[in-house]
Each structure stands twice: as C-alpha cells, then as structure tokens.
C-alpha cells in the first residue's frame, strides 16, 4: 500500500497563501492534528544551523505547527541535541545562544527550544532495538519523554549521507555524541599529496586527532578520530577521505538503526514536514551557506518518514542541477543530485534498510495542496 505524501509548491501564486499557511494546511491535510492528546508534550525536532550558516529552516515556519499543537491542547518545545564535533552547538549554553541567534525564541515560533540531551549530551537512555549493527543505541531522555514528535527537517545534501531528510535528522539529531559517534565509526585519511599544510583540519578536529605533521602536512591519528567528518567538510583541497567502497555502507545502515531506535517509541505519535528548498551541497552543520544545487521546491508532510525522503529526493532529481551550484556543469533533469555530487555515496540505501526495518514504504502517493 503507498504511503500519502502531501506536497506545497512554493510557486502556485496564490493570493493571501503564505508559506505559513502552506505549512498549516499539510499539517491539517495530513490529520497531524488527530495524533496529538491534550496534555501531550509534543517534541517538534529540527536544526537551528551552526553559527556562519543562514540556509537553515526559516524559523517562521514553526509558528502555524506550534499555533496547531497548542490549539489541540499539547505543549510544544522546539529540540535539538548536541553536536559531536566542536562548533556553536557543542554543548547547551552555546547551543541555545546559536537557536536564538537564529531566531528560534518563543517570540517568533511560539515555543520554547530545548537541548533534548543535557549540558554536556549525557542526559540519554540506550534504547534495546537488536538489530544488525546495534543491540541499543543511544537516544537523548528528552526524545525519548516526549509524547509526540514532529521531524521539521530541510533537506540538503550531505558529504557522508548523500542527502539529509527525515530520517537522517531523526538518527543523528535525537543521539548524543556517544551516539553519534557510534554511528560515524569512520576513520578519516590525509593526503600528504594534496594537503596545502592550511592546517584547517587542526583547527576544526574535536579531539585533536589531526595535526600538522613535519613538512607542514596533515596527519590523522586513526587510534584517537572519531569518524565526525568535521575535517573533510572543512578541508579546502579535499585532501581528506575515507575508505569509500567498506566505510558508507555500513554507517548508512548504521544511521538507519538509530531513526528505528529514535521513532520506535512513538509508532501513531509521529510526524514528518519536509522543506525541499536551498537544497545545499553541505549539510546546515556547516558554518557557512553554499549555492542551492537545484530551483525551490516546496513543503512535503507524511506520517511515513520513509516515504517523504523519497518523495523529496525524487523532486530534486526531477529538476536540472543549477550550474552556478558546486556542480559547475549542466545536470539534466532525471539524473540523481547527489550522486552527480559525490558519485561514492548512494544514500538510497538509507531508504531501502528503513523499508526493510518496517519504517515506512518507498511506495507513495503525492497529493498536492
């Protein structure tokens, strides 16, 4: 059976139709609001941007779904949880100070923002999922509390995923970073070749893996990195890789078991709004924006988180790459974004193993609005 996925174009041009009132009839078209109790604390997920970044999700567009949550009786809070890597969102009092640079104060979503996992990403309990790769995984408290739950993702691209939607925000955004860093696993390399010796990687690293070497050039100590990938992204040269053909595979499925872990306390309390637009090259833990790889398309809802990220994927590659993007070169509509990006990565998988936990259908019905 295909799952529905309802769409707003960001284009239709209809008089006195905001985006905040596209936002307002998905959440209504796709009954979100007959999943929510009275009483319910309703965990409204997402991602406030590093500090740099300004293509993450307009904070504007939370006000229609926390006006919904509260008209239901429920108390909404906005929530993230702590990065892995170091940055303006590594810890509680600098994550916050970075929401509210943003714009994420009650004053304009109507809800409070929350760091789901504590001061320092300790306050998480392990979630029993016996699957392939983990028998637990570790998923912040305040997820886990929460009666309800509604994943706001942007999606964008992503140096390790391929693309970040629904699902990836719901495993590595509801994970501490004990929890992150058991999904990365990855080692990162440097290339003495390529390494200009910037000495960026250094800088970035939260662990002090990296450094510069005799010679000016960089020097991953593989027994101390912590797979984050904070050094590839910053890297100016791409000097740093990984063992694509054995390292992807495993910690995109890796991912996937943390959004089963992540959700799997709140099968019928769920809920999934997609924006498709600034579809980015990074992710928005970068801290600076890019080019958008293809034209705007709009807002995405589903109460099936697998089928709204094939939903948004297969709308991007419906569209021509834009060649003022990191492309650089005409991509026709059809052929897959991400992968025309970074031919190693093939984040389909993620979608395949999430229909394969029973997470959802890559089957679906889009219904436009």
Not at 228 to 238: A, F, L
């Given at each position: 059976?295909?799952?529905?996925?309802?769409?707003?174009?960001?284009?239709?041009?209809?008089?006195?139709?905001?985006?905040?009132?596209?936002?307002?009839?998905?959440?209504?078209?796709?009954?979100?609001?007959?999943?929510?109790?009275?009483?319910?604390?309703?965990?409204?997920?997402?991602?406030?941007?590093?500090?740099?970044?300004?293509?993450?999700?307009?904070?504007?567009?939370?006000?229609?779904?926390?006006?919904?949550?509260?008209?239901?009786?429920?108390?909404?809070?906005?929530?993230?949880?702590?990065?892995?890597?170091?940055?303006?969102?590594?810890?509680?009092?600098?994550?916050?100070?970075?929401?509210?640079?943003?714009?994420?104060?009650?004053?304009?979503?109507?809800?409070?923002f929350i760091v789901a996992d504590g001061l320092r990403?300790?306050?998480?309990?392990?979630?029993?999922?016996?699957?392939?790769?983990?028998?637990?995984?570790?998923?912040?408290?305040?997820?886990?509390?929460?009666?309800?739950?509604?994943?706001?993702?942007?999606?964008?691209?992503?140096?390790?995923?391929?693309?970040?939607?629904?699902?990836?925000n719901a495993a590595m955004g509801c994970a501490p970073?004990?929890?992150?860093?058991?999904?990365?696993?990855?080692?990162?390399?440097?290339?003495?070749?390529?390494?200009?010796?910037?000495?960026?990687?250094?800088?970035?690293?939260?662990?002090?893996?990296?450094?510069?070497?005799?010679?000016?050039?960089?020097?991953?100590?593989?027994?101390?990195?912590?797979?984050?990938?904070?050094?590839?992204?910053?890297?100016?040269?791409?000097?740093?890789?990984?063992?694509?053909?054995?390292?992807?595979?495993?910690?995109?499925?890796?991912?996937?078991?943390?959004?089963?872990?992540?959700?799997?306390?709140?099968?019928?309390?769920?809920?999934?709004?997609?924006?498709?637009?600034?579809?980015?090259?990074?992710?928005?833990?970068?801290?600076?924006?890019?080019?958008?790889?293809?034209?705007?398309?709009?807002?995405?809802?589903?109460?099936?988180?697998?089928?709204?990220?094939?939903?948004?994927?297969?709308?991007?590659?419906?569209?021509?790459?834009?060649?003022?993007?990191?492309?650089?070169?005409?991509?026709?509509?059809?052929?897959?974004?991400?992968?025309?990006l970074r031919p190693a990565v093939d984040g389909r998988?993620?979608?395949?193993?999430?229909?394969?936990?029973?997470?959802?259908?890559?089957?679906?019905?889009?219904?436009?609005?």
């Amino acid at each position: 059976m295909k799952s529905k996925v309802y769409v707003a174009y960001l284009n239709d041009r209809q008089k006195h139709r905001s985006n905040q009132k596209k936002v307002d009839e998905l959440f209504l078209a796709a009954g979100f609001d007959k999943l929510l109790c009275a009483g319910d604390l309703a965990a409204i997920k997402l991602h406030v941007g590093e500090a740099g970044l300004d293509t993450y999700l307009n904070p504007i567009f939370l006000r229609p779904v926390t006006d919904r949550i509260k008209a239901a009786g429920a108390h909404p809070f906005l929530t993230d949880t702590n990065t892995l890597y170091s940055g303006s969102r590594h810890n509680s009092p600098q994550h916050i100070l970075t929401a509210a640079a943003h714009g994420f104060v009650p004053e304009v979503t109507g809800a409070p923002f929350i760091v789901a996992d504590g001061l320092r990403g300790e306050n998480y309990s392990r979630v029993e999922i016996g699957q392939k790769h983990f028998a637990s995984a570790a998923i912040a408290r305040d997820v886990l509390d929460a009666d309800f739950m509604l994943v706001f993702s942007h999606f964008k691209g992503h140096e390790l995923a391929g693309f970040g939607g629904a699902l990836k925000n719901a495993a590595m955004g509801c994970a501490p970073p004990v929890g992150k860093r058991e999904q990365h696993a990855i080692k990162m390399y440097a290339s003495g070749k390529k390494c200009v010796g910037c000495g960026q990687c250094a800088e970035v690293c939260p662990v002090g893996a990296s450094a510069l070497a005799e010679g000016k050039k960089a020097k991953i100590d593989a027994a101390v990195c912590i797979g984050c990938g904070e050094c590839m992204t910053v890297c100016p040269v791409k000097a740093i890789t990984l063992d694509w053909s054995t390292d992807i595979g495993d910690f995109l499925e890796r991912m996937t078991e943390y959004a089963y872990a992540a959700l799997l306390g709140k099968r019928g309390k769920a809920a999934y709004i997609t924006l498709a637009a600034a579809v980015t090259p990074y992710c928005d833990c970068v801290p600076w924006s890019d080019a958008p790889l293809v034209p705007d398309i709009g807002f995405l809802a589903s109460a099936d988180p697998v089928a709204i990220d094939q939903a948004a994927l297969d709308l991007v590659n419906k569209q021509a790459g834009l060649t003022d993007s990191e492309y650089g070169r005409p991509i026709p509509p059809g052929e897959d974004k991400f992968l025309a990006l970074r031919p190693a990565v093939d984040g389909r998988r993620t979608l395949a193993y999430a229909e394969e936990l029973g997470m959802g259908s890559r089957k679906y019905e889009l219904i436009t609005i």
